[in-house]
Antibody, heavy 124, light 110 residues
Framework: QVQLQESGPGLVKPSGTLSLTCTVS?????????WSWVRQPPGKGLEWIGE???????NYNPSLKSRLTISVDKSKNQFSLKLSSVTAADTAVYYC?????????????????WGQGTLVTVSS | SSELTQDPAVSVALGQTVRITCQGD??????ASWYQQKPGQAPVLVIY???NRPSGIPDRFSGSSSGNTASLTITGAQAEDEADYYC?????????????FGGGTKLSVL
């Protein structure tokens, strides 16, 4: 059973950089999943942030792309998120998750495993 | 990138059937997946692909799709099904890969 665990500061100052790491256990980060970040502002819906494949290939939410870096460390079975120039609007619960796919050309993709989520507050 | 549209709120009487829908252009190319989220908890996958349930998800949950619309049906809703439900899909418009979520549907079981 794959487990994901987010770690990082729960409080970030405005204009600073939000940094989180997700540790994958019970499975390999070199599997065929895309390793993803999803956030949820208090009382609001889910927002996809971006994803990385074990090869290092990334896809980012266009609305966050200019501030976003997602990286992978295969030796540690971890992937990380850095979001720069944060404001109060970036306050949210941040989840890491694995985005799996069905057979090639099946059109099937789904988040099969999620971390428990970590609240990051942007405030001075 | 595309968007997925869900009704903000739906209600169902205990034991009755309810359908939650999700519309978007990406659903013409990709299947929707569906997640249940209860307060203070991470989302849980309930349906993926054509109509697949992960282990441990009751068979009262089912999925279907037609054109640009995907549906999650709960047949015989239980009190514990009261939650927020989100649809999600891959998207490949604009020559790059994205992931999109619907805005969520709050299900009340009366």
């Amino acid at each position: 059973q794959v487990q994901l665990q987010e770690s990082g500061p729960g409080l970030v100052k405005p204009s600073g950089t939000l940094s989180l790491t997700c540790t994958v256990s019970g499975g390999s980060i070199s599997s065929s999943s895309w390793w993803s970040w999803v956030r949820q502002p208090p009382g609001k819906g889910l927002e996809w942030i971006g994803e990385i494949y074990h090869s290092g290939s990334t896809n980012y939410n266009p609305s966050l792309k200019s501030r976003l870096t997602i990286s992978v460390d295969k030796s540690k079975n971890q992937f990380s998120l850095k979001l720069s120039s944060v404001t109060a609007a970036d306050t949210a619960v941040y989840y890491c998750a694995s985005f799996a796919s069905g057979s090639f050309s099946s059109g099937t993709y789904y988040f099969d495993y999620w971390g428990q989520g970590t609240l990051v507050t942007v405030s001075s | 990138s595309s968007e997925l549209t869900q009704d903000p709120a739906v209600s169902v009487a205990l034991g009755q059937t309810v359908r939650i829908t999700c519309q978007g252009d990406s659903l013409r190319r990709y299947y929707a997946s569906w997640y249940q989220q209860k307060p203070g908890q991470a989302p849980v996958l309930v349906i993926y692909g054509k109509n697949n349930r992960p282990s441990g998800i009751p068979d009262r949950f089912s999925g279907s799709s037609s054109g640009n619309t995907a549906s999650l049906t709960i047949t015989g809703a239980q009190a514990e099904d009261e939650a927020d439900y989100y649809c999600n899909s891959r998207d490949s418009s604009d020559n790059h890969l994205d992931v999109v979520f619907g805005g969520g549907t709050k299900l009340s079981v009366l």
